[in-house]
């Protein structure tokens, strides 16, 4: 809807870029949003990304061996947590943020919309926000990462410990997840306030229409959307959902035998 407004020059867009007029005449101080703006440059977004794909890819590798040496103790195959390709996350992480030029060119090109006032010179287009999109990608897969390979980081520590009974592995999941939920929730927060900084400062300093960071962060959703469903499909592997099945039937048999 965002894009036909725009590419259709309907209401919305009328409204949109006198919205826009009134926040770059605002009262936020130019500095910190040239700041917060810069921070949707490539320059700046891709190191950060390449840092947590490198730490978050070495804690998936590291708890790989882990698990490789508990199952050659027999223990391993009992636990089905350790990550079988544990470079799918980073790996896809990085083809994310590599999408999106893929993506907005395009788009751009298509759309043609003209700037705010201070681009006028610009031959450019700038529905969605390139900055915009690099930005949500690049931070929000960032902060994704974090989150995963802390909870395999406390459930690694865990499955070196020893072989453990069904019962005792539920329960270590769920302390696994009441122990990682302020961090999840304190980086979705990070998160989600530095990219609506970056949104504002890209409008304040008028950079953009404020369609065009919204409907970069769209475009920025369905991406980790796809990033999201690509590692719970395929980055545990099929050995860890084996081991899981099998760890579940024996829980199962011993019931029945219980009861028998």
């Known amino acids: 809807m965002l894009t036909w407004q725009v590419a259709g020059h309907g209401p919305l867009r009328a409204l949109d870029e006198r919205l826009g007029r009134t926040l770059a005449a605002g009262s936020i101080p130019s500095g910190a949003a040239e700041l917060f703006a810069d921070l949707g440059n490539t320059a700046v977004a891709l190191p950060v990304l390449l840092v947590v794909m490198v730490w978050t890819g070495w804690l998936g590798w590291r708890g790989q061996r882990r698990s490789r040496g508990t199952d050659e103790d027999g223990e391993g195959a009992a636990l089905g947590s350790a990550p079988v390709r544990w470079w799918l996350p980073p790996l896809a992480a990085g083809l994310a943020l590599a999408a999106v030029p893929a993506l907005v060119v395009p788009l751009k090109l298509w759309i043609a919309r003209p700037g705010p006032p201070r681009m006028a010179g610009d031959p450019a287009a700038f529905y969605p926000s390139g900055h915009g999109a690099t930005a949500a990608v690049a931070y929000g897969v960032a902060g994704l990462l974090l989150i995963r390979g802390l909870r395999g980081r406390h459930g690694g520590d865990g499955a070196a ?37 970056v949104g504002l400062g890209l409008v304040r300093r008028g950079y953009h229409w404020p369609l065009d960071v919204l409907g970069s962060w769209c475009l920025a959703g369905v991406l980790l959307a796809v990033w999201c469903a690509v590692c719970d499909r395929w980055a545990a592997g099929s050995g860890g959902r084996a081991a899981r099945g099998r760890t579940t039937g024996e829980a199962e048999a011993e019931a029945g035998a219980d009861g028998a």
Not at 178 to 184: H, S, W
Not at 190 to 196: F, I, P, Q, R
Request: glycine content about 6%; aromatic content about 0%; charged content about 10%.
């Open 161 to 197: 410990a020893g072989p453990r009974t069904p019962a005792a592995a539920t329960t270590d999941r769920a302390t696994t997840t009441a122990t990682a939920a302020p961090t999840t929730v304190a980086l979705a927060v990070a998160v989600v306030l530095l990219n609506a900084g």
